[in-house]
């Protein structure tokens, strides 16, 4: 199969600068770089096609050894318009975080944060083992266990 | 027996429904199925006793070779017996036990019996996989009642600690098993042990199934979980954690010691852990104050004297093993039963508070006595005659390990006389420090059923040859001793060593209960040496900490980090499969054509830049430039319709995203500047293009086949009757993609909607109609002339009373906001617009076209409504809701897909039809159209759904939010 090795190069770059804005914490550049990452997947689709022929429409007198590989095509022409209702999609996002927090900034996951302030605290807690601090049922329950399997034994 | 499985099943569904409406009195009749159960084995006892096993299967999973295979044997049999009797006998102990207004007592029911069901099926199972589910089942159930006390933090703890322990050790089982029957070939237990295989595989399965049989039976380094399950209600503790689920350790060692006694390390560890075990929980037991904790500890210590004799493997030693077996579940479960009573009357367990009870409570002691002296071996008890089998067993072996076992069980003995003593004193003796205990009054039958177990313990002694004979058909897997008869369960053999063995234990024992407070300040010195519990805890310590420090350090909340991982994943698993299998392509050009390399410069360039943009709109430019570039290389490649899709495409999504970022700040990145790890975001970037390259070139290159798109062309003029093959590929030769992708659109456009609506889904596009008031079809056909402004507004052209309007709603923009020549040049084109795109749409099938391009054209036009006359003008435009125009889309493909089903064609078969139409002339009709008229709606309802969302509705939303608006008081004036 013949490969040109321009398209190539254009699309190891799109991807590379789609990436890279993908990997920022501003939404409009995340979108940005998820559209950088469409054009260069559909690049690659065309150069799955080979070589360039003929519009693939069989009026024009034109056989199908001639035409341009419709496959891919067909592909493309799918991504295109999805590629679209998703960049709409991620737009909308966009203004509903701007709307509720004026920021269009990917903040971490409060939640994930909390657990890793658990695990600190956990930490803390075998350090400094407080018998009247609750926090961590688990162990606790675990320690009651432990208790009632040894009660008595002193 | 399936039927009796099937029982159980049933009453554990319908005891929380029946103690509903029983009160307590439903364990009497939950007492009726294992009772059904032993009459079925006892109904065929002459059967297993003459040797042949009882056999029943059913088809469970044919595909995994799955089968409900049971099988009772002679073990099976004496185990059946020990279930359901002691399981009947402590479900009617339950009817007094509780009363009646005992929370989750219908719970507790359901557990119980289905506790006895999975009990009794795996003591019957054959299968060795069945054999696991049971007993992984009987741990559950075990959970779930020593979790009774729900809200007790003591009684869950003890129960989590009991199911890890055990659920450890039956993975560990599991495994072994698995090894086992893969090695034996069957996965049946009576064909893995009657043909055992051996070698290493088989030793390592065989220690495994030995580790899960230890933890389930309590055995040390397991034995901790024991004493803390007795968090549960006495009877629990009487039936599980003395008399059945404890002893499915032990049964699943008697079942496996015929065929693998001889394993290497069989009997050395069976023997070395229960005389440990036997050891420490008496030890334990002896200076405990709780009487439940104290048999708990019994309990320990008597089932490894269990496993030593068990486990040991020879005819004698098997059938003294299941002599003892029988002996402790009758004696064990009556002392646990009898603490209830205790426990009930008096309101303590503690021997410290009880005295007195024996005077005041005759038949509890005697009761007790019996069992005691069961315990301790004591003629004419079926305990002594037991002890007596297995001293005499471990006698004639002449081992260095049956020396081993021996010295072990007479020191473990000596220990149990001596804490039985203390039972015996502490439950019933009176104390003369301590005050008489108050007892309530409980029914009498509250008794019987430890009455009953302790009497059954005397019986089985009187009548022992009986029992021996129910046992030999067990014992008699194992080869027969060479030199000397079989050993005979009996009350009396005679003076001999064995005898004198028992005495020993009996006098040392006293001797220790005597000088009690001198071995109480002993033990004190004596630190702990095995303290397994320690361990359990700081491996769960240990557990709780790197699972939380696992999940917070992979669990950043960072989305770029995860997206970051997910690409280096990529990066490195993909990059080094293509440095592997490195095909590169024969035919690599620089360029197919010159201005190939001028478009590519171009688009590189302005993705480069995009990325360094600090301005919003500017980034958005660069990025569309890479856009249009596509369009061109596209049209240059050979491909017209992915053109003109993409022109249309990107200048819609150039509109959208004005609309969106027309709200947000000019400049991007203010609060996170890119110097944060840009250096690693850059080497990611660079990393993914260079793999995508390989990517492309290799696969490129690997290709071996021709591309199955060459017979495409012939297809879709044959099959699909269009020359345009792209199109008839979408909405025929591949109709379920496309019909995917709309799925996709119709969500995408549904969820762009809800994000900014919120609450509401219909199209509330303002129509001016309802500004204007309704107007006759007639009257709309004139044109809109301006209303007068509303008074007070300053006037810049007072002549703009009277005239015409080129745009249905121009009037309701603020003039600052209109522009003349766009009303002008939108009202010129628009129609013309939708005609157009009606033609891109049907002359899509045989040349360029299609319904993606038609409904982005049709698209556009609204694009331009709007833009020239706000959302009032794009309610004018579209009087359909968007929803409906994507429902209607979708509909229309969904039918040409189901229609043919109707004609017994297969899904999305397209059929034609042509003919003379006036004016038109030769005309076909294509049914995939249909489909492609859906496409064109669904896209239209797309960008629909963008504008009156993003464009529409932010504008009101900014209309409300901020009152500067040029478009100030617009309702106002408008109704006016």
Same mark, same amino acid.
């Given at each position: 199969m013949s490969v040109s090795l321009v398209l190539v190069v254009l699309m190891a770059v799109m991807y590379a600068c789609g990436v890279y804005l993908m990997l920022e914490r501003s939404m409009t550049r995340v979108v940005l770089g998820f559209l950088l990452v469409g054009n260069a997947t559909n690049i690659l689709i065309l150069i799955m096609g080979g070589r360039r022929g003929l519009a693939?429409?069989?009026?024009?007198?034109? +056989?199908s050894g001639e035409i341009n590989d419709p496959l891919p095509q067909a592909f493309i022409l799918t991504a295109i318009v999805i590629t679209f209702g998703v960049t709409a999609f991620l737009l909308a996002l966009i203004y509903r975080s701007w709307r509720l927090s004026r920021a269009d900034e990917l903040e971490d996951d409060p939640e994930d944060l909390a657990i890793a302030e658990r695990d600190a605290a956990v930490q803390e807690e075998l350090r400094n083992?407080?018998?009247? !601090? +609750?926090?961590?049922d688990h162990l606790d329950e675990l320690a009651a266990a432990h208790d009632l399997g040894e009660r008595g034994e002193e | 027996m399936l039927t009796a499985l099937a029982s159980f099943a049933l009453a554990a569904l319908i005891a929380p429904t029946l103690t509903r409406w029983l009160g307590t009195r439903v364990f009497l009749l939950l007492a009726l199925v294992p009772l059904g159960a032993l009459a079925h084995a006892v109904w065929h006892a002459p059967t297993v006793l003459s040797g042949t096993a009882v056999v029943e299967s059913y088809e469970w999973i044919p595909q995994l070779h799955l089968a409900l295979n049971v099988r009772m044997d002679a073990l099976s049999w004496i185990m059946c017996l020990v279930v359901l009797g002691v399981g009947a006998l402590v479900l009617i102990y339950c009817t007094r036990y *509780?009363?009646? !207004? /005992?929370?989750?007592l219908g719970r507790f029911a359901g557990h119980f019996i289905a506790f006895a069901g999975t009990m009794y099926g795996l003591v019957v199972a054959d299968d060795v996989f069945l054999l696991f589910m049971f007993w992984e089942a009987t741990t559950i159930f075990s959970y779930l009642l020593i979790g009774? &006390?729900? !809200?007790r933090k003591s009684s869950r703890g003890a129960a989590l600690q009991a199911l890890l322990v055990t659920t450890a050790g039956g993975l560990a089982m599991l495994v072994g098993l698995v090894l086992l029957a893969v090695e034996a070939g069957t996965t049946s237990l009576a064909a893995i042990l009657a043909e055992p295989q051996s070698g290493a595989l088989v030793t390592t399965s065989v220690i495994l199934i030995l580790v899960g049989a230890l933890s389930k039976s309590a055995?040390?380094?397991?034995? *901790?979980?024991l004493p803390a399950a007795m968090a549960a209600p006495t009877p629990v503790s009487a039936y599980l954690?003395? %008399?059945?689920m404890v002893k499915a350790g032990i049964y699943l060692i008697a079942a496996m010691s015929p065929a *693998?006694?001889?394993?290497?390390g069989w009997r050395e560890l069976l023997v070395c852990v229960g005389v440990l075990t036997m050891l420490v929980g008496g030890w334990r037991a002896l200076r405990q104050q709780d009487l439940k904790l104290l048999l708990a500890y019994g309990t320990v210590s008597q089932l490894g004297f269990l496993t030593v004799i068990v486990g040991f493997g020879t005819r004698d030693a098997a059938l003294a093993g299941i002599a003892l077996l029988i002996a402790h579940a009758l004696y064990k479960s009556t002392l646990f039963l009898v603490v209830g009573i205790i426990d009930h009357r +008096?309101?303590?367990?503690d021997l410290r508070k009880l005295s007195g009870l024996g005077r005041a409570s005759p038949a509890l002691a005697i009761a007790s006595t019996l069992a005691i002296a069961s315990m301790i071996g004591l003629p004419p008890m079926f305990g002594f005659v037991a002890k007596e089998a297995v001293f005499t067993a471990l006698l004639e072996s002449e081992t260095a390990i049956g020396m081993v076992g021996l010295i072990g069980v007479v020191a473990g003995s000596t220990l149990t006389v001596a804490y039985s003593a203390r039972f015996l004193w502490g439950a019933f003796a009176r104390k003369p420090a301590v005050t008489a205990v108050a007892l309530h009054k409980e029914p009498a039958d509250f008794l019987a059923a430890p009455a009953l177990l302790s009497l059954a313990g005397l019986a089985f002694g009187i009548v022992a040859p009986t029992v021996g004979y129910w046992i030999s058909g067990y014992s008699e897997n194992f080869p027969a001793a060479d030199g000397r008869d079989d050993y005979h369960l009996a009350l009396?053999?005679?003076?001999?060593p064995a005898l004198a063995l028992s005495a020993l234990t009996l006098v040392l024992g006293i001797v220790l209960f005597w000088k009690r407070s001198a071995v109480t300040s002993f033990q004190k010195r004596v630190? %702990?040496?095995?303290n397994s519990a320690d361990g359990y805890w700081k491996v769960m310590r240990f557990i709780d900490r790197t699972a939380a420090r696992v999940t917070s350090s992979t669990q950043r909340g960072s989305l770029p980090f995860y997206l970051g991982v997910i690409l280096l994943v990529f990066v490195v698993a993909v990059g080094t499969t293509l440095v592997l299998n490195a095909q590169w392509p024969s035919d690599l050009v620089v360029? !197919? &054509?010159? %201005?190939q390399l001028a478009i590519a410069i171009i688009m590189a360039v302005a993705a480069l830049a995009a990325v360094r943009a600090s301005k919003r709109f500017t980034a958005v430019v660069l990025v569309g430039v890479t856009g249009y570039g596509m369009a061109v290389l596209f049209a240059l490649q050979g491909a017209p319709d992915l053109a003109f899709t993409q022109v249309l495409i990107e200048t819609v999504a150039l509109v959208a995203f004005v609309l969106v970022l027309r709200?947000?700040?000019?400049?991007?990145?203010v609060a996170h500047p890119?110097?944060?790890r840009s250096g690693l975001r850059i080497g990611l970037g660079v990393g993914v293009g260079l793999t995508m390259a390989f990517v492309a070139m290799i696969s490129l290159g690997s290709?071996?086949?021709?591309?199955?798109?060459?017979i495409l062309a012939d297809i879709a003029y044959e $099959? $699909?009757?269009?020359?345009?093959v792209v199109n008839v590929t979408l909405v025929d030769i591949r109709g379920w993609d496309t019909m995917g992708e709309l799925s996709v659109i119709i969500v995408a456009a549904t969820g762009v909607a809800s994000m900014v609506f919120?609450?509401?889904?219909? #199209? #509330?596009?303002?129509?001016p109609q309802q500004l204007l008031g309704r107007r006759g079809f007639l009257l709309r056909q004139k044109p809109v002339t301006e209303p007068a402004r509303p008074r007070g507004r300053q006037q810049?052209?007072?002549?703009?009373?009277?005239r015409l309007s080129w745009?249905?709603? $121009?009037?309701?923009?603020a003039p600052e906001n209109r522009s003349i020549l766009l009303e002008v040049t939108v009202r010129l084109l628009f129609h013309s617009f939708i005609v157009v795109s009606l033609f891109v749409l049907f002359n899509g099938h045989n040349g360029a076209g299609g319904g993606f391009a038609a409904g982005l054209l049709a698209g556009m036009a609204l694009v331009a409504r709007y833009l020239a006359g706000g959302r009032y003008e794009l309610g004018a435009a579209v009087t359909i809701d968007a929803g409906k125009l994507l429902g209607t889309g979708l509909l229309l493909a969904v039918g040409t897909a189901l229609v043919p089903l109707f004609f017994g064609?297969? %899904?999305l078969t397209s059929t034609w039809a042509e003919g003379d139409v006036p004016l038109f002339g030769q005309v076909e009709f294509v049914t995939s159209t249909i489909f492609d008229v859906g496409v064109y709606l669904v896209v239209i309802g797309l960008v629909l759904d963008v504008l009156r969302s993003l464009g529409g509705e932010v504008d009101r939303q900014q209309e409300d939010e901020d009152p500067?608006?040029?478009? /100030?008081?617009l309702d106002e004036r408008t109704r006016v």
């Open positions: 693939p429409i069989l009026n024009d007198g034109a +056989t083992p407080d018998p009247l !601090d +609750t926090e961590v | *509780f009363s009646n !207004d /005992e929370p989750a009774h &006390y729900t !809200d055995l040390v380094p397991f034995h *901790f979980w954690h003395a %008399a059945a *693998f006694a001889s394993t290497p +008096t309101g303590t367990r009396w053999h005679g003076i001999e630190p %702990a040496v095995i360029w !197919d &054509y010159p %201005a709200r947000l700040p000019q400049r991007i990145g890119r110097r944060r290709r071996a086949h021709d591309p199955i798109s060459r $099959g $699909g009757h269009g020359t345009n919120l609450d509401r889904r219909t #199209d #509330d596009l303002p129509r810049s052209d007072d002549s703009a009373e009277t745009l249905l709603a $121009g009037r309701t923009l064609a297969n %899904a500067a608006t040029p478009n /100030e008081g």
